[in-house]
């Protein structure tokens, strides 16, 4: 499932990461990926902004916003009804 285009704050650090793959493990959206040895984004567009990733590194190697932007705009208005916006 995929939500807006490049709006997500998902922000991946190669540099702290160990490429442990906790954050492929708590991803409910299949977000990361490892090729190569290495975690890499695959689709930040699929980033629903849970933070699952984020509070499960223990590198920090993850930094996300959690429950803000579009994202959640759209996940809110399919639990009250309403209509979604990323204001």
């Not at 954050?23 to 190569?36: A, D, L, Q, R």
């Not at 993850?62 to 009250?80: F, M």
């Amino acid at each position: 499932m995929k939500y807006l285009r490049d709006v997500v704050t998902l922000q991946h650090n190669q540099e702290k990461c160990t490429h442990c793959g906790i954050c492929i493990t708590v991803c409910p959206h299949s977000v990361f990926e490892k090729t190569e040895g290495k975690i890499r984004v695959m689709d930040r567009d699929r980033c629903m902004e849970c933070g699952a990733c984020a509070m499960n590194c223990p590198f920090g190697a993850i930094e996300v916003k959690k429950g803000v932007g579009c994202a959640a705009a759209i996940l809110n208005s399919l639990i009250t009804g309403g209509e979604p916006t990323c204001c």
